[in-house]
């Protein structure tokens, strides 16, 4: 079975920066695109960020263009959001997912394993 762990959620301040972690078990981490979403409480789980198997094929949700920015280090089997600049908008669950499909898919729908999710929470 596919495992995702994520860390490095917490509280900053806005302008602040989080850098998040997803450890990923099961299969060859190669085989992966790995993409980023976030959910508010009582909103729809959103797409944030995606990095195709290749590592050359990525995408941003508009919101998050210019501040965000998502890597993978297929030596320790572990992707990365970086969020810099952050603010009271980007509060919200963050998770990581795999997904099997080519490019990087921005819907929740092909994905196929979840992360845990890990509070980020952006005070003004």
């Known amino acids: 079975q596919v495992h995702l762990v994520e860390s490095g959620g917490g509280l900053v301040q806005a302008g602040g920066s989080l850098r998040l972690s997803c450890v990923v078990s099961?299969?060859?981490?190669?085989?992966?695109?790995m993409g980023w979403f976030r959910q508010a409480p009582g909103k729809e789980r959103t797409f944030v960020a995606a990095?195709?198997?290749?590592?050359?094929?990525?995408a941003y949700a508009d919101s998050v263009k210019g501040r965000f920015t998502t890597s993978r280090d297929s030596a320790k089997n572990t992707a990365y959001l970086q969020m810099d600049s952050l603010e009271p908008e980007d509060t919200a669950v963050y998770y990581c997912?795999?997904?099997?499909?080519?490019?990087?898919?921005?819907?929740?729908?092909?994905?196929?394993?979840w992360g845990q999710g890990t509070q980020v929470t952006v005070s003004s």
């Open positions: 099961g299969r060859a981490f190669i085989h992966y695109t």
């Open positions: 990095l195709g198997r290749s590592a050359h094929e990525m």
């Open positions: 997912a795999a997904s099997a499909s080519a490019g990087a898919p921005i819907w929740p729908s092909e994905y196929t394993f």
